[in-house]
């Protein structure tokens, strides 16, 4: 089945403590993405990627960092969480990036304290 | 930054209403992507739009790129009660843009 996976599906954890949320998807598809969704506010990418090692900042990049080192995972990483961290995270895929409709994954709900 | 208004934030209908919904913006799009979103889930693609005027229909759903390429619009026909969800709107041009979503409730 064609799917985005990401792990974990919760995550609590406490300001300061590096963490990483894992993405993987198994369709091939060349640009992945990380966004964040919060009430009010809709989607909002985080970093992007269009190909294996290129990475690019999205809207709200501070705090965040990302690699691509396969085609497949897209890891995003929290190197020190802050409570305003704490959201909805969406990993997501696409065949070529904005002209080709995204594949979301079902969700990382953080909470940072 | 490109900014995307969809409206109306909610709505609240009894089944077997129809609904429409839109998003705006002040800046050119090359694609509209309507996507719903299930509690607990993420989005997931309704329907894609490519072409200015293009009008497409899903089933019940039916949505259009404006001609301006500004706009674009979903209509839900006859609503049933497994409509229920948050709908949201993306534009592209040189990045996707999410408009803020429409959360849709229904009465049976």
């Known amino acids: 089945e064609a799917q985005v996976t990401q792990n974990p599906r919760y995550l609590i954890t406490v300001t300061g403590k590096k963490l990483t949320v894992t993405c993987s998807q198994n369709?091939?598809?060349?640009?992945m993405s990380w966004y964040r969704q919060d009430p009010g506010l809709g989607l909002r990418q985080i970093y992007y990627?269009?190909?294996?090692?290129?990475?690019d900042k999205g809207d709200v990049p501070e705090g965040y960092k990302v690699s691509r080192k396969e085609k497949r995972n897209f890891p995003l990483i929290l190197e020190s969480p802050s409570p305003n961290q704490t959201s909805l995270y969406f990993c997501a895929s696409s065949l070529e990036g904005v002209g080709s409709p995204l594949h979301f994954g079902n969700g990382t709900r953080l909470t940072v304290t | 930054g490109q900014q995307l208004n969809q409206s109306p934030q909610s709505m609240f209908i009894q089944e077997g209403e129809d609904v429409s919904m839109n998003c705006t913006s002040s800046s050119i799009f090359n694609t509209w992507l309507w996507y719903k979103q299930d509690p607990g889930e993420g989005p997931v693609l309704l329907i894609a739009?490519?072409?200015?005027?293009e009008l497409t229909s899903n089933g019940r759903l039916t949505a259009q790129f404006g001609i301006t390429r500004k706009d674009s619009f979903l209509n839900i026909s006859a609503s049933i009660p497994s409509d229920v969800g948050i709908y949201f709107c993306a534009g592209g041009a040189q990045k996707l843009v999410f408009g803020q979503g429409t959360r849709l409730t229904i009465n049976p």
């Open positions: 739009l490519y072409k200015a005027g």
């Open positions: 369709m091939n598809h060349e640009y």
């Open positions: 990627s269009m190909n294996v090692e290129v990475t």
